[in-house]
């Protein structure tokens, strides 16, 4: 979504039937985890069928069906590259993060659980996963498909899945290296971009209920320890108001921040250190945990701790995704918490057009700039040879269906090698490449989430002028599963 941190960067999902076909490919072709720079010309001879085009879904649910070749896959069919091969990195990341969660099922189980004394439980991240950055901060490393070789592996992936689409497109992670990462915190800092100061004020103006609702101070007398969760923090600063406020009531807790890149999180810990938080050996934060991590990743190394965990999806990171996704990226999320613990997400509310389309059009041109720095990105890490000037920066707001689309469209035909893939990308003049997309929300689109989900809504936290929603939900366990 534009403009709503690394943490609401969201990577384009593969259909079930897509994973399915690029599964088979992957087992016939026995590519393992080399990024594809070929066609796939042996699943049609290996599989056979008429073919199956994943451009043009059809409503047919046979088997035989959804397991034919893909057409890209049949040599003289289409000059691109078979879009399933596209897809084989990110199955295999899904394999490993199903074989990292039982890893660490299998940790915790043989040490008894792992629940420390004071009873806010040790995730099963080995020791030498583990850096100390400063008193009670430690910086993890979760998994091991988030390593910087495996993260240019699913870049080169779904640049040559985005590329080689009818519709280009780039995935909004890629954003976010350090230069990304600079201009998004010189967006936030912008007269016209209203979504960062306005979600501080949410924070600033109720952090009192939301401490009441962590510790359970809203069901009983004593304050009880807990795991406050952040998802993709970025530089941390909004949080940072609730981290001193439960300082300062002596609350017990531990702060956990979650995020795919390292150097994000280092910032942190060096903002953190600067911040004049209270860190003594008598301060009721007892532990800082940098995560390296996958958020449902991350959420899971708490499940056996006996202590109530608060989740934070803050920047209204949800509006990256799509109906079908944001339902799927809840139910993750409820599979992974437990009965009664506690989930705070972030909700860009729709308002009038004009605040919306200048928040997106800064008059300053970072919003351009930070756009066009993916390209940037893609030359050094990528080996490609975009041309930045060859490309110019839209964005608009469609007030019928809530969301603001950006691109970078061609200012004229020309050819883009990407050396690492072996491939070279045709742009013609006012082609367009979709960059990002963030939504806007109604209140009742936010109830509807919470009940298809699972989860219970406690509060909405609005600001005086009703632009944004912070939404308190609890996870209901004694539902039925709405994941199934």
Not at 177 to 190: F, H, Q
Not at 315 to 335: A, M, P, R, T, Y
Not at 369 to 374: K, R
Not at 388 to 397: I, R, T
Request: with cysteine; proline share 3%; net charge negative.
């Amino acid at each position: 979504a534009p403009h709503s941190g690394p943490e609401g960067a969201a990577k384009r999902r593969p259909s079930a039937d897509a994973t399915l076909v690029g599964f088979h490919c992957l087992l016939r072709c026995s590519v393992g985890r080399v990024v594809p720079s070929s066609r796939c010309v042996t699943v049609a001879a290996s599989i056979g069928g008429d073919g199956w085009d994943p451009r043009q879904r059809t409503a047919s649910s046979s088997p035989a069906a959804r397991r034919s070749a893909c057409k890209w896959c049949v040599p003289g069919v289409h000059s691109r590259p078979c879009k399933m091969m596209a897809r084989f990195i990110a199955v295999l990341a899904l394999v490993s993060l199903a074989a990292v969660a039982a890893a660490e099922e299998k940790a915790v189980g043989a040490d008894g659980g792992s629940v420390g004394g004071r009873g806010h439980g040790r995730s099963a991240v080995p020791e030498s996963l583990r850096e100390k950055l400063g008193p009670k901060m430690t910086l993890e490393f979760v998994g091991d498909l988030l390593d910087e070789s495996t993260l240019i592996e699913m870049m080169a992936s779904d640049v040559l899945v985005g590329l080689s689409s009818e519709q280009k497109y780039l995935p909004s992670v890629y954003h976010y290296d350090d230069e990304g990462s600079r201009l998004y915190s010189e967006i936030t800092e912008l007269d016209e971009y209203y979504p960062t100061r306005t979600e501080a004020a949410i924070l600033e103006a109720n952090k009192g209920d939301i401490a009441r609702f962590a510790s359970g101070l809203d069901v009983g007398d004593v304050a009880r320890p807990f795991h406050l969760v952040e998802l993709g923090a970025g530089d941390g600063r909004k949080t940072r108001v609730l981290l001193d406020h439960f300082i300062k009531r002596s609350l017990p807790f531990d702060y956990v921040s979650v995020d795919i890149s390292e150097g994000a999180l280092r910032s942190q810990a060096t903002s953190l250190m600067a911040s004049g938080l209270d860190f003594g050996a008598e301060s009721s934060l007892r532990e800082v945990r940098l995560m390296v991590a996958d958020n449902v990743q991350a959420i899971r190394t708490l499940r056996h701790s006996l202590d109530r965990v608060l989740v934070m999806f803050l920047g209204s990171s949800i509006g990256n995704f799509d109906d079908d996704e944001i339902l799927q990226f809840l139910g993750k999320v409820w599979q992974a918490l437990r009965h009664g613990d506690l989930l705070y997400i972030g909700f860009d509310l729709r308002k009038d057009p004009t605040i919306i389309s200048r928040a997106y059009n800064d008059s300053h041109g970072v919003t351009a700039a930070f756009n066009l720095n993916i390209l940037d990105r893609l030359n050094k890490q990528l080996d490609a040879n975009f041309s930045v000037d060859a490309f110019q920066f839209f964005s608009w707001y469609d007030a019928f269906n809530g969301y603001v689309t950006s691109v970078l469209q061609a200012k004229r035909d020309h050819r883009v090698a990407v050396r690492s893939l072996r491939r070279t990308f045709d742009f013609m003049e006012t082609e367009v490449v979709h960059t990002e997309v963030s939504r806007k929300f109604r209140l009742s689109d936010i109830e509807r989430y919470a009940e298809h989900s699972g989860f219970d809504v406690v509060s909405h936290f609005l600001d005086e002028k009703r632009w944004m929603c912070d939404s308190l939900w609890r996870v209901n366990k004694l539902r039925d599963d709405p994941n199934v």
